[in-house]
């Protein structure tokens, strides 16, 4: 079965600081790969997907994030961190075949101090 | 496209009632989720459809919920009776069978049961 593990709760940078959010993933094959913003009272959004190919995906609002097979790992980026980017983010893993059933990470909260 | 709608945004009802959640996937998706988030336990998939038919409902609590679809356009989540314990935020979302099965979130109903 799939799983996914954002080690990291709570995060606090200040504003204009670099960001990196991680999660690592457990899954027999080539995963689907995603993250998820969700903006107080706001549902979830998605930054960025991880299907094949190029293993550096650019997403929307800056946000990046390297696939690492080797690692396990799929780490959101942003070089220089803005205070509206204060949300809660989620990694998910997506199964490439056989039965579709998608699994979240808890997630992390992302402070940003002035 | 207007996006996953959702209705109602709040709830607020007495233990025991019944309280319905309403949910309009967008056009051509043909996946549907119904999510539940709590601070407790994170975001929890209820149940899923594919084309309108429950495909995975071992999420769902207890017998007191239940889910229909009953076309391409409309599914509504169903608690009868409610408990102070169903109180959480409720996300409806659906996904394209193309592109990853990425999922678009409403904005989410939250649920206080009094």
């Known amino acids: 079965a799939q799983s996914v593990t954002q080690p990291d709760i709570h995060i606090t940078v200040s504003e204009g600081a670099s960001l990196e959010l991680r999660c690592n993933y457990s899954?027999?094959?080539?995963?689907?790969l995603f993250w998820y913003v969700q903006s107080p009272g706001q549902g979830l959004q998605l930054l960025l997907k991880?299907?094949?190919?190029?293993?550096l995906v650019q997403g929307i609002k800056g946000f990046e994030a390297e696939f690492k097979r080797s690692q396990s790992s799929f780490n959101l980026r942003k070089p220089s961190v803005h205070w509206s980017d204060a949300a809660e983010y989620f990694c998910?893993?997506?199964?490439?075949?056989?039965?579709?059933?998608?699994?979240f990470g808890r997630g992390t909260s992302l402070i940003v101090h002035p | 496209d207007a996006g996953v709608i959702q209705s109602p945004r709040h709830e607020v009802t007495e233990m025991g009632q019944e309280v319905t959640l309403r949910c309009k996937p967008i056009?051509?998706?043909?996946?549907l989720f119904w999510y539940r988030q709590t601070m407790m336990r994170g975001l929890e998939l209820l149940i899923y459809?594919?084309?309108?038919?429950?495909?995975?409902d071992s999420g769902m609590p207890e017998d007191r919920f239940s889910a229909k679809m009953p076309n391409a356009s409309f599914s509504t989540l169903k608690i009868q009776p409610s408990e102070p314990r169903d109180s959480a935020v409720y996300f409806c979302?659906?996904?394209?069978?193309?592109?990853?099965?990425?999922?678009?979130f409403g904005p989410g109903t939250r649920l206080t049961v009094t």
């Open positions: 979302a659906s996904s394209p069978r193309e592109g990853g099965y990425e999922q678009y």
């Open positions: 899954y027999g094959a080539t995963p689907y």
């Open positions: 991880y299907f094949s190919g190029d293993t």
């Open positions: 998910a893993v997506g199964a490439s075949g056989g039965s579709y059933i998608p699994t």
């Open positions: 056009s051509g998706h043909d996946y």
């Open positions: 459809f594919n084309n309108n038919v429950p495909i995975d």
